[in-house]
């Protein structure tokens, strides 16, 4: 049968690029990603019994651009 492929013209030769290159995320989602990246790299973020002051910060200021995002959504201007 005549059924399309999703092999590319070229055979493949052309490096794919990440779609997330071409895409701007929100402040929220940009401050998570840095809290989420941080925290599976960092081994006291991970440890009930350890503090990391990196991390602390990073989830600071990803709850800050939340509550922002919030506010915008709700409508408030203060």
Known sequence: M????NNPADGGS?????????????????????????????????????TCETGTELWRAWRR???AAGRLLRGETA
Do not use: I, K, M, N
Request: proline fraction near 9%; glycine fraction near 4%; aromatic fraction near 6%.
């Open 14 to 50: 052309s490096p794919r690029r990440p779609v997330v290159a071409a895409v701007q995320l929100a402040p929220a989602q940009e401050a998570y990603s840095a809290y989420a990246t941080h925290f599976t790299g960092c081994g006291a973020c991970r440890d009930l019994d350890r």
């Open 65 to 67: 651009e939340s509550d």
């Open 2 to 5: 005549d059924e399309p492929t």
